[in-house]
Nanobody
Framework: QVQLVESGGGLVQAGGSLRLSCVAS????????MGWYRQAPGKQRELVAT???????NYADSVKGRFTISRDSAKNTVDLQMNSLKPEDTAVYYC????????????????WGKGTLVTVSS
C-alpha cells in the first residue's frame, strides 16, 4: 500500500523554470532513495536525477548544471528544480522511490508515480 504522487508539471517556454514535487505515502518503513525519471515521445524511460538517504546524488549528463534534486526525509518528498529548460526536456516525468514496507530487507522494491507532463515550447 504505497502511493507516489507527482505535481508541478505544465507548459513552460524554453529558458524558463519549473519545480516538480513528489510525495510518497502509505505503508512505508524506510526509503533508500528517491528520484526522477522521464520518458519523451518515442523514447525509452531514462534517469534524470536520484538522491539516496545518505545524500548521494546522480544526474543525467543532459541535465547537470540545470536541474537540482532535493529531498525532505521527514516528509517523504522529493523535488526537482528545473532551470534553463529546453524543448528536449519535454517528457512525462515519473517519481521513483526505492523503499521498504517492513523491517525486512526483502520488502525493498521500486515504486513509481503515474507521471506528470512537462512541455517546453521553443
Amino acid at each position: 500500500q504505497v502511493q507516489l504522487v507527482e505535481s508541478g508539471g505544465g507548459l513552460v517556454q524554453a529558458g524558463g523554470s519549473l519545480r516538480l514535487s513528489c510525495v510518497a505515502s502509505g505503508t512505508i518503513f524506510s526509503i533508500s532513495s528517491m528520484g526522477w525519471y522521464r520518458q519523451a515521445p518515442g523514447k525509452q524511460r531514462e534517469l534524470v536525477a536520484t538522491k539516496t538517504s545518505g545524500g548521494s546524488t546522480n544526474y543525467a549528463d543532459s541535465v547537470k548544471g540545470r536541474f537540482t534534486i532535493s529531498r525532505d526525509s521527514a516528509k517523504n518528498t522529493v523535488d526537482l528544480q528545473m532551470n534553463s529548460l529546453k524543448p528536449e526536456d519535454t517528457a512525462v516525468y515519473y517519481c521513483n522511490a526505492d523503499l521498504s514496507t517492513t523491517r525486512s530487507y526483502f520488502s525493498r522494491m521500486n515504486y513509481w508515480g503515474k507521471g506528470t507532463l512537462v512541455t517546453v515550447s521553443s
